[in-house]
C-alpha cells in the first residue's frame, strides 16, 4: 500500500512516526509495522485521518480545531468546528493530546491486522474512527445524559 506520509521529511523519528529507510525489503518489513499517529518536526495546517482501510476520511484544518476530549485510553473525541472525529481503541495515550495541543499531529491511522503487524503490548492502537457531524455529535451527548 502506498502511503505518501511516510517519505514526507517532516516526519520525526520515533517510537510512533514511520521513518523511511529506503531500503527494498527493510521498507516492506517497515510498512508492515503500525503506528497509531504520525508527528511532524513543525506545526502543521490539517491533519488527516486515515480508516480501516487505509483510505483519508477527513482533513480538517488546526483552523477549525476547539477541543479534544480523553475520559479513558481508549477513546479520545477531536471536536472541529466542521465536525467531530470519535477514536476508539487502547492505549491512547496524552502523546495525541499534547501533539493536537501544539498542532504537530500529522495523522492517525486505524489498526488492520491484514495490513499491519500487531503493536507491542503497551502501544497505541485505533481500532476505529467515526466522523460525526456536529449536529449528530449533540444529538449523542444529549442521549447520554438522558440515560445518566
Given amino acids: 500500500m502506498s502511503q505518501p506520509y511516510q517519505h514526507d521529511p517532516l516526519i520525526q523519528s520515533s517510537q510512533f ?3 523511511d529507510n529506503g531500503g527494498g525489503s527493510d521498507n516492506r518489513q517497515e510498512e508492515r509495522i503500525y503506528r497509531a499517529f504520525n508527528m511532524a518536526n513543525r ?3 490539517k491533519i488527516m485521518l486515515y480508516n480501516m482501510q487505509g483510505f483519508v476520511m477527513g482533513m480538517p484544518s488546526y483552523t477549525h480545531y476547539v477541543d479534544a476530549i480523553c475520559v479513558d485510553p481508549q477513546e479520545i473525541w477531536i471536536v472541529f468546528s466542521t465536525g467531530v472525529f470519535r477514536c476508539v481503541g487502547e492505549y491512547l495515550s496524552i502523546d495525541i493530546l499534547v501533539l493536537l495541543q501544539d498542532d ?3 495523522s492517525l491511522h486505524c489498526f488492520h ?3 499491519f503487524d ?3 503490548d503497551g502501544s497505541p ?3 476505529e474512527i467515526q466522523r460525526y457531524s456536529l449536529q449528530d455529535y449533540r444529538q449523542k451527548a444529549l442521549n447520554e445524559q438522558a440515560q445518566r
Fill in 43 to 45: 506545526r502543521q495546517t
Fill in 113 to 115: 491486522s491484514a495490513m
Fill in 125 to 127: 492502537i485505533i481500532h
Fill in 118 to 120: 500487531m503493536p507491542e
Fill in 104 to 106: 504537530r499531529l500529522r
Fill in 17 to 19: 512516526a514511520h521513518n
